[in-house]
């Protein structure tokens, strides 16, 4: 079982910056494609960053340039930094992953991913 635990969120002006983290509780599973998601209040989950099992990353175009994942695997912690941030970019954020013995590709598709975390508020204020 993989359990994920996000952290950073806050509440900060446009412009800003914000470190979200993810520690990732493997219990021995082999490293697999992990992701950010968020949503905002009535609207659908999306795709906003992910990396892949061999370290390649793919970001959303809506924050391609602003956004970078990263992941430290001595720590097993995922990252999103987040700058030049944007009142649209207010929304719960989640970090993901996938069960890598499902052998799946990774995908900006939600239902891909197995583990969730609970989420961490970001707010951004004009």
């Known amino acids: 079982q993989v359990h994920l635990a996000e952290s950073g969120g806050g509440s900060v002006q446009a412009g800003g910056s914000l470190r979200l983290s993810c520690l990732i509780s493997r219990n021995g599973y082999p490293r697999a494609c992990m992701g950010w998601f968020r949503q905002a209040p009535g609207q659908e989950r999306e795709a906003v960053a992910r990396v892949d099992n061999d370290g390649r990353s793919t970001m959303a175009d809506s924050v391609a340039g602003r956004f970078t994942i990263s992941q430290d695997t001595a720590k097993n912690t995922l990252y999103l930094q987040m700058n030049s941030l944007k009142p649209e970019d207010t929304a719960m954020y989640f970090c993901?992953?996938?069960?890598?013995?499902?052998?799946?590709?990774?995908?900006?598709?939600?239902?891909?991913?197995?583990?969730w975390g609970h989420g961490t508020q970001v707010t951004v204020s004009s």
């Open positions: 993901a992953g996938q069960n890598p013995f499902h052998r799946k590709a990774c995908t900006q598709y939600a239902p891909d991913y197995d583990y």
